[in-house]
């Protein structure tokens, strides 16, 4: 609030009277400080704090009974795994005895995952029966070896976000597909004895 100070004798006019006391004005701050302070604390609550720059991994419910899980079909499934050395290996639908169906791809370059990804989703587009969700049977599955690194796993982890596929799962690899990744990575990298 201003207070004006008063203090001071009346206001005559004429000769011989002297001038008024110029009047000074003091401005009391005190509530517009504590109005500063009502409209900081609400900025502060009111705001979102920044959101964390993770990935979102959108994870299905775990289901007990069989009937109650989700079933891929076989020729919208594609199964990636994981070698040593950023060798990286896939195949498409189940994988066959004799190993038939088992390939190699590169993680950039000639036959890289991504093109094989995007041929798989234009497969699976082909064949959809859903005009308006035609990837809805494309789901990759992806395993990791115990001889691949973290940095490949993150890697495909962005190649799922940078094709935009929306049913993935990181799962256990099976014994076979072990044994496989491993005899494809010695066969690949010679031995330095």
Same mark, same amino acid.
């Given at each position: 609030?201003?207070? !004006?100070? #008063?203090? =001071? =004798? =009346?206001?005559?006019?004429?000769? =011989?009277?002297?001038?008024?006391?110029?009047?000074?004005?003091?401005? @009391?701050?005190?509530?517009?400080?504590?109005?500063?302070?009502?409209?900081? #604390?609400?900025?502060?609550?009111?705001?979102?704090?920044?959101?964390?720059?993770?990935?979102?991994?959108?994870?299905?419910? @775990?289901?007990?009974?069989?009937?109650?899980? &989700?079933?891929?079909?076989?020729?919208?499934?594609?199964?990636?795994?994981?070698?040593?050395?950023?060798?990286?290996?896939?195949?498409?639908?189940?994988?066959? %005895?004799?190993?038939? &169906?088992?390939?190699?791809?590169?993680?950039?370059?000639?036959?890289?995952?991504?093109?094989?990804?995007?041929?798989?989703?234009?497969?699976?587009?082909?064949?959809?029966?859903?005009?308006?969700?035609?990837?809805?049977? !494309?789901?990759?599955?992806?395993?990791?070896?115990?001889?691949?690194?973290?940095?490949?796993?993150?890697?495909?982890?962005?190649?799922?976000?940078? &094709?935009?596929?929306?049913?993935?799962?990181?799962?256990?690899?099976?014994?076979?597909?072990?044994?496989?990744?491993?005899?494809? @990575?010695?066969?690949?990298?010679? %031995? %330095?004895?």
């Amino acid at each position: 609030m201003a207070e !004006l100070d #008063t203090s =001071g =004798g =009346g206001h005559k006019k004429g000769p =011989g009277v002297k001038k008024g006391k110029k009047l000074s004005t003091r401005v @009391d701050l005190t509530p517009m400080v504590d109005l500063g302070f009502l409209l900081i #604390t609400f900025f502060i609550f009111t705001t979102t704090m920044s959101q964390p720059t993770a990935m979102k991994l959108l994870l299905p419910d @775990d289901k007990v009974r069989p009937e109650d899980q &989700n079933k891929a079909k076989e020729s919208g499934a594609l199964t990636i795994l994981m070698g040593a050395d950023n060798h990286i290996y896939y195949y498409e639908g189940q994988l066959k %005895s004799d190993a038939s &169906n088992f390939l190699s791809a590169s993680y950039n370059g000639e036959n890289s995952i991504r093109d094989v990804i995007m041929k798989k989703k234009a497969y699976v587009r082909s064949i959809a029966q859903d005009p308006n969700d035609p990837e809805h049977d !494309l789901v990759v599955v992806i395993k990791p070896s115990q001889y691949c690194n973290y940095k490949n796993v993150i890697d495909i982890l962005d190649e799922m976000s940078i &094709n935009v596929v929306k049913k993935f799962a990181l799962v256990d690899i099976f014994d076979i597909e072990e044994q496989l990744v491993k005899k494809s @990575d010695e066969s690949a990298t010679p %031995s %330095s004895k």
